[in-house]
């Protein structure tokens, strides 16, 4: 009989063979197709602090002092903003008739030596860790909503300025996502009555949020499958009835977590300098048996802001995730 498993395998392994052989290597492409552009829509910039962790992908750029902008292949240029660097990628080819095509320049780390809010936006003042001496600049420009739509980078002061521009929303995706994701004006939650039987669908991942110079902003999209589920279950023990109260998360990295409710509380937590009211949730994690904390975070009105999950002892956050600003669409 035919060993269908090892035809396949056998099958696979030729095919990514000859595709090496080719110069065509189809993980490459993947890890390429990865890289989405950043839309200016998705986060707003009130305070230099909401820069960390951000990562820029612009979708055109140009010379500064060129009239006309040129596509540009996402991945191709990207700039990752933490509280000590800037992380760049600048692999356009700048020609007189504009940028053609793409180079092999690798990705190098410009450090960050000042960071100033301006009249358009910020300005990073970046330095060159080996080569002091070459110091150039990123600025941020941003609207009257505090978004990010342009960014000009010089690497150093004989350097010629480089112009990026980020890709507004378009509007088919404008309408997935208002009526798709949870908003943060979707629930009030003085008490976790409102969200029992309710699943919320987090538009932002704040990896490491604990940690500001290893925290890594991401944007999530109805395909990622992230959802936080509700709900409570009865269990029959002889002829009483007990009522248990569930939280289901699958994270953005494949995770699941099903955290069994032990005890709610109103407490104090301090973020960004501020302290605020958050709805506390002591759980157990149902599969590990570990214990966790899972946090309730509010905005303006008591509305669920954010949502994030601690280790019992350390407090170290292992999860957090925003809702999508304003409040969802609903359909009819």
């Known amino acids: 009989m035919f060993n269908l498993n090892l035809i396949l395998n056998r099958y696979f392994v ?29 986060r707003q910039f009130a305070s230099s602090s909401d820069l960390y962790g951000s990562l820029f992908v612009p979708f055109e750029g140009k010379m500064s002092h060129a009239h006309y902008p040129d596509p540009i292949k996402a991945g191709w240029v990207s700039f990752e903003i933490t509280s000590l660097k800037v992380n760049i990628v ?27 809010k301006t009249g358009y936006g910020y300005e990073v003042s970046l330095i060159n860790r080996f080569h002091r001496d070459l110091q150039g600049h990123l600025k941020l420009y941003i609207d009257e909503k505090s978004q990010v739509t342009m960014l000009k980078y010089r690497p150093s002061s004989t350097d010629p300025e480089h112009t990026y521009f980020i890709k507004r929303i378009p509007k088919r995706q404008r309408n997935i996502d208002s009526k798709f994701f949870t908003h943060q004006e979707d629930f009030k939650v003085k008490s976790l009555e409102e969200l029992m039987g309710e699943t919320l669908y987090p538009f932002l991942s704040f990896e490491e949020s604990s940690v500001v110079d290893e925290r890594k902003v991401t944007r999530i999209y109805a395909r990622d499958n992230v959802d936080i589920v509700f709900e409570e279950k009865s269990v029959i023990k002889g002829k009483k009835e007990k009522v248990t109260r569930h939280i289901f998360f699958n994270t953005l990295d494949g995770k699941k977590f099903n955290f069994l409710l032990k005890k709610t509380k109103e407490a104090e937590y301090r973020r960004k300098d501020k302290v ?7 759980v157990k994690e149902e599969t590990t048996q570990k214990d966790y904390f899972v946090i309730l975070h509010r905005g303006v009105k008591s509305m669920l802001k954010a949502i994030e999950i601690q280790r019992n002892k350390t407090r170290e956050s292992v999860l957090y995730y925003e809702m999508r600003r304003g409040k969802r669409v609903v359909e009819e």
Do not use: H, W
């Open 14 to 42: 030729y095919l990514v063979s000859l595709f090496v052989l080719i110069g065509f290597s189809p993980f490459a492409l993947m890890a390429q197709n990865a890289v989405k552009y950043t839309l200016a829509e998705d």
């Open 90 to 116: 600048e692999r356009v080819n700048f020609t007189p008739g504009g940028i053609q095509g793409s180079t092999d320049a690798e990705p190098y780390t410009f450090y960050i030596s000042r960071l100033d």
């Open 276 to 282: 605020t009211k958050v709805l506390e949730l002591q």
